[in-house]
């Protein structure tokens, strides 16, 4: 789902899971610092509303720092040399220019992620967070993508998977923590009605530990958000690990849904200046290049806005 830039191969993605939670100490060769995952800014690229708004904490620091579970490609990723790249360190950087101070990406485990933010550690969460009525009830959204749920099931597609009602009564694996898993587990009256057992739901740490599984036929598919799907599909092994099921009812992907900058509602000054700092890199085309260079466009938001999620799970066919 990537693009412009040279893709990593999930060796490598692997290789970059076990990074420790500092970026700059890396086991598997080149480092990612600091420096390297949140550009330097300066004041004459800032936009006069946005850096207004920020709250006064966040100009004094010269930092916002983003909670992120590195990887998860084509949003977070690293290339051959180790470097962190993908749409959210590129949006990240867009953002903090026009508020005049760095985004850092910080590596966060997806099921800690709110935690980080509610202790302290971290400010924001940019890492393909899908905007829910549920974590509304935390979290204010300033939402920046717009796609649905993909099947990614191993090259050939072996089982004849052609819906999602295909995987009643078969090991489907998610990531743990995000909204698939509940999507799937209330299949299981519609799997009744048609006579089959339930779907089997492992929840798996990372995105890349579901592929693994999938690749090794411990499952029988991976259901995740488009991007990455698309992205595993043309990259992993040359595009020749993966296939995505094309669902003719679903041509968008199941239930739509949008992605999000997850922060803290008694955060609200840094929401509103997040959110005016989004509207100038709609208005001035750096969001549209940003898409572009991840072959994203496709899942874009038309005008920036907050909160704009619906209820995940419902109307899935």
């Known amino acids: 789902m990537n693009a412009s830039t040279k893709k990593p191969s999930l060796r490598h993605l692997l290789c970059a899971a076990a990074l420790p939670l500092v970026l700059g100490l890396s086991a598997c060769g080149g480092a990612a610092t600091p420096a390297e995952t949140a550009k330097s800014v300066s004041a004459a690229d800032a936009d006069p509303a946005a850096a207004a708004a ?66 302290g550690k971290n400010d924001i969460i940019m890492s393909g967070m899908n905007d829910t009525p549920e974590r509304q009830k935390t979290l204010d959204f300033v939402d920046y993508l717009h796609a649905g749920f993909s099947i990614l099931v191993r090259e050939g597609n072996p089982e004849n998977i052609t819906t999602a009602l295909d995987l009643c009564g078969k090991t489907v694996a998610v990531q743990k923590a995000t909204v698939q898993g509940d999507i799937l587990r209330s299949y299981e009256q519609k799997c009744k009605d048609k006579g089959s057992d339930p779907i089997n739901v492992t929840e798996l740490p990372l995105e890349t530990d579901v592929q693994t599984a999938v690749r090794a036929g411990k499952a029988s598919a991976d259901v995740v958000d488009s991007a990455p799907a698309a992205y595993a599909a043309k990259t992993a092994g040359d595009g020749k690990v993966f296939d995505i099921v094309r669902d003719p009812a679903n041509p968008a992907g199941y239930n739509p849904v949008y992605t999000g900058i997850g922060v803290l509602k008694k955060d609200a000054g840094l929401s509103k200046a997040l959110l005016l700092a989004m509207e100038a890199i709609v208005k001035d085309g750096t969001y549209e290049d940003i898409l572009k260079k991840y072959e994203l466009s496709d899942y874009s938001v038309k005008t920036a806005g907050m909160n704009l999620g619906s209820d995940a799970g419902k109307d899935v066919k």
């Open 54 to 119: 920020l709250p006064a904490r966040f100009k004094q620091a010269g930092v916002v720092k983003v909670a992120s579970d590195i990887p998860y490609p084509p949003l977070e990723m690293f290339d051959e040399n180790q470097n962190l790249t993908g749409l959210d360190v590129d949006l990240a950087a867009a953002l903090g220019a026009k508020l005049g101070v760095k985004l850092e990406l910080q590596k966060q485990a997806f099921d800690s992620i709110i935690p980080s933010l509610q202790s």
